[in-house]
Structures are given as C-alpha cells and as structure tokens.
Nanobody
Framework: QVQLVESGGGLVQAGGSLSVACAASGSILSFNDMGWYRQAPGKQRELVAIIIRGGSTTYADSVKGRFTISRDNAKNTVNLRMNSLKPEDTAVYYC?????????WGPGTQVTVSS
C-alpha cells in the first residue's frame, strides 16, 4: 500500500520562504510522476508543480520562478521549495503520485502566508 506523508508546512510572512516535503513509503522511482497540488478555502485543488520520472518539471504560472520542485531518490522524498511567498499561496498543500494510472494522495499540510 502506497503512503505519502507531507511535512514542513507552517506560518510564514509574505516574502518569506518555506519548504515542504513528501515522504513515500516505497521507491519514488516506481512512480510515473509526483507533484504538489494545493487547495485554498472555497477553491478547487490546483496543480502547483510536478516532476516526472525522467526529471522534467512543470510549474503553474502563478509559482514559476518562485517555487522549485526536487526529489531525493535515496530518501524517497519529493520536496517543494517556496520562495517569495504571497498571501495567495495560503492553502493546504497535497503531495500526489501516479503509477500505472492510479493516483495516490497524501493527507496534506497547511501553508499560511501572512500579509
């Protein structure tokens, strides 16, 4: 059974930085891709960043140049470094992995950016 657990969320002031991490229960190389999504109150869940097995990355326009997704194959983690945070980045951040058409989600971690 695949398990994903996020960590590292918290409260930060606008303009600050924060990193969140997603730990997988098995080898992350078994996934076709892994990514971060977020959901703000009253809004739909949206893609933030994704990294595919080959290493290519994709970012939402709203975070390009500010967020960086990376992975540590040895630790089976996928990380999201968030710089120049804005109040509109406030959301619950979810880790997602896909393998053979099946999606796995973590429980989420709250990121709050104060103005």
């Amino acid at each position: 059974q695949v398990q994903l657990v996020e960590s590292g969320g918290g409260l930060v002031q606008a303009g600050g930085s924060l990193s969140v991490a997603c730990a997988a229960s098995g080898s992350i190389l078994s996934f076709n891709d892994m990514g971060w999504y977020r959901q703000a109150p009253g809004k739909q869940r949206e893609l933030v960043a994704i990294i595919i097995r080959g290493g290519s990355t994709t970012y939402a326009d709203s975070v390009k140049g500010r967020f960086t997704i990376s992975r540590d194959n040895a630790k089976n983690t996928v990380n999201l470094r968030m710089n120049s945070l804005k109040p509109e980045d406030t959301a619950v951040y979810y880790c997602r992995a896909s393998r053979v058409g099946i999606l796995y989600w973590g429980p989420g971690t709250q990121v709050t950016v104060s103005s």
